[in-house]
Structures are given as structure tokens and as C-alpha cells.
């Protein structure tokens, strides 16, 4: 039912800067939970970054200082902020969207941090 869609990837230098975007469907888009993962090549999927309906959010660790999360309701987005990007956040980055007992996800936006 609903749609998510993430888009803005690219292949950017490391200490680099990259906004990645997920796009969800939905008339009560402010009331769903958005969270972004990351999987590497070889690697399991992570959660790097979540923001709630009440705009908290909360960072991997790994990301902290580096990468916002923030949502705007009305253009029914939220976005990822990613400063100073290292070689390992290489991966495809994936938008999961969470309302009451429904869970979705997008198809990915393939992410590059390479010298």
C-alpha cells in the first residue's frame, strides 16, 4: 500500500557530502516512523539513522556527527544527510517505513565513497 522510493545516491570522494532522499506515499505521511539502513558488499544490513512521527531521531554510532536525518511532512520526505564520508559507508542505502503494524521498504539508492 505504500510506496517508498529513496533517490540521490551517487559516487562521491571520501570527506564528501551526499543527501540521499526517500519519498513514501501516504495522506498521513507525518505519522509514520522513517528509518535509513545501509548494506555494504559482504556485510549484513545496518540502521544508520530513524526519525519518528514526533521528529526524534537517533544515529548509529558509527555516524554520529557526520549524518542528519530530517523529514519535511508536507513534501512527504525524509532525507539523509551525510557529511564526510568515509570508504566504508559504501553500500546501498534503504528507507523503511513504519506504520502501526505495517512495515515497507524501498528498492535502494546505490551509495559510493571511492578516491
Known amino acids: 500500500q505504500v510506496q517508498v522510493v529513496e533517490s540521490g545516491g551517487g559516487l562521491v570522494q571520501p570527506g564528501g557530502s551526499l543527501r540521499v532522499s526517500c519519498s513514501a506515499s501516504?495522506?498521513?505521511?507525518?505519522?509514520?516512523?522513517v528509518a535509513w539502513y545501509r548494506q555494504a558488499p559482504g556485510n549484513q544490513r545496518e540502521r544508520v539513522a530513524t526519525i519518528t512521527d514526533a521528529f526524534r531521531t537517533n544515529y548509529a554510532d558509527s555516524v554520529k556527527g557526520r549524518f542528519t536525518i530530517s523529514r519535511d511532512n508536507r513534501k512527504r520526505t525524509v532525507y539523509l544527510q551525510m557529511n564526510d564520508l568515509k570508504p566504508e559507508d559504501t553500500g546501498v542505502f534503504y528507507c523503511n517505513v513504519k506504520f502501526r503494524e505495517w512495515e515497507y521498504w524501498g528498492q535502494g539508492t546505490q551509495v559510493t565513497v571511492s578516491s
Open positions: 501516504g495522506r498521513i505521511f507525518s505519522a509514520y516512523t
